[in-house]
Structures are given as structure tokens and as C-alpha cells.
């Protein structure tokens, strides 16, 4: 069965330091992966997915993630973090049962000192 | 631009009354998805429509129902809200043609007094 875990609820960066978010899966078939961001009283946006094709992602925001088979991961990174990337990310892997199915982690919270 | 609306975005009601939120599409997406997020967790799927085919997820309550009258619109009754259904709702939609990921509304908070 398939199953996502964010590792970190809560993360807190410096305004410009490196951002990472950590996402491992399980999954019996080549996954596809996504993650999304919600700011608060809102839906989710898609940042970036990745279905099949070159492993490194990159995605709006200046965000990109690496599909790592070996290790099961989907990390998303940021090289320099801002005010406004403070948001709920949720990392989700979909399941093909007809419709594609999410997965959803439990999110990490992401908090940027200034 | 094509878009996935929720109305209201904010719904007070009261312990038992029945409430309905909606959900609208201009992205003609064949299947559409509702979930309930409660604070600080993740969503979690309550059913979807593939086209008119209803698909209930087993561990939903019976209190909550869904209407799908034509492609652009679907509708979450909850019929006897109880306040342990105070949470956010989402609605999302899929084309099976693709591009393979979900596209999510606004969301519609709801309040139980």
C-alpha cells in the first residue's frame, strides 16, 4: 500500500538561507509525486510533480524537488527562502485505482525568520 | 482563466442544520474530489465523482452526501452537522486526459455553532 511521510511539522529558516522539506514514500508502482503549498484560509497549489521523465523537477516559486528511487524520497528544496514562502507544504503521491487518488502527508509547516 | 470556485467561502450554521457548499468549474474536468481538512492536518478525501459515478470512501460518514447535477457543479450536503464537522472543505478536479495532478478551489470554512 502506499503511504507519504513528511518528516519536520514544523520547519524554521532564516529569510535566505537554504530551504528543505523532506518526503519519503512507499509504494508498490513507479509513484507519481507531487507537492503543494497552502497559505492559510486557502486551497492547495501545485508547486511541482513528478510523473516520469528527467528526476530533478523544478517547479514555480523558485522550488525544486528530486524524485530519488533509491531512497524513496521526493525532498523539496529552495536555495534561498522568503517572507512569503511561509505556508503549509504538502507533500502527496497519487494511487491509479480509475482516478488518480491522493496520498497526502501529514504537511510541514514552514516558518521564515527574518 | 479556468478555475475551480467555491461559495461561500466562509458558512456559519448552526448544531443540526442542514448546510450545503458548492463547487463550480470551468476546466470541463471529468472527475471532481471533496475533501475535509481540519486544522493542521492534511485533507482527507470524503468522495469523488468520476463523470456521474459516485465513489463513496469507506470511513465517510452517512452524514455527509453529494450531488452531482452536470459536469461544471457538485454539491456537499451535510445534513446534520455536528461540531466535529467544523473544518475547511476542498474541492478539487481532475481530467483524466491529463495533466495527471488535481486542481483545487478556495476552499469554504465551516463554522458550527
Known amino acids: 500500500a502506499q503511504s507519504v511521510t513528511q518528516l519536520g511539522s514544523h520547519v524554521s529558516v532564516s529569510e535566505g538561507a537554504l530551504v528543505l522539506l523532506r518526503c519519503n514514500y512507499s509504494?508498490?508502482?513507479?509513484?507519481?509525486l507531487f507537492w503543494y503549498v497552502q497559505y492559510p484560509n486557502q486551497g492547495l497549489q501545485l508547486l511541482l510533480k513528478?510523473?516520469?521523465?528527467?528526476?530533478l523537477v523544478k517547479g514555480i516559486n523558485g522550488f525544486e524537488a528530486e524524485f530519488k528511487k533509491s531512497e524513496t524520497s521526493f525532498h523539496l528544496t529552495k536555495p534561498s527562502a522568503h517572507m512569503s514562502d511561509a505556508a503549509e507544504y504538502f507533500c502527496?503521491?497519487?494511487?491509479?485505482?480509475?482516478?488518480?487518488?491522493?496520498?497526502f502527508g501529514t504537511g510541514t509547516r514552514l516558518k521564515v525568520l527574518a | 482563466d479556468a478555475m475551480v470556485i467555491q461559495n461561500p467561502r466562509y458558512q456559519v450554521t448552526q448544531f443540526g442544520k442542514p448546510v450545503t457548499l458548492s463547487c463550480s468549474q470551468t476546466l470541463n474536468h471529468n472527475v471532481m474530489y471533496w475533501y475535509q481538512q481540519k486544522s493542521s492536518q492534511a485533507p482527507k478525501l470524503l468522495f469523488h465523482?468520476?463523470?456521474?459515478?459516485?465513489?463513496n470512501e469507506a470511513d465517510t460518514p452517512d452524514n455527509f452526501q453529494s450531488r452531482r447535477p452536470n459536469t461544471s457543479f457538485c454539491f456537499l450536503d451535510i445534513r446534520s452537522p455536528g461540531l466535529g464537522d467544523a473544518a475547511m472543505y476542498l474541492c478539487?478536479?481532475?481530467?483524466?486526459?491529463?495533466?495527471?495532478?488535481?486542481?483545487f478551489g478556495p476552499g469554504t470554512r465551516l463554522t458550527v455553532l
Open positions: 502527496a503521491v497519487s494511487i491509479t485505482s480509475g482516478t488518480y487518488k491522493y496520498i
Open positions: 478539487a478536479t481532475e481530467s483524466l486526459a491529463g495533466p495527471d495532478e488535481q486542481f
Open positions: 509504494s508498490s508502482v513507479p509513484p507519481y
Open positions: 465523482y468520476y463523470d456521474k459515478d459516485f465513489n
Open positions: 513528478f510523473t516520469t521523465g528527467a528526476t
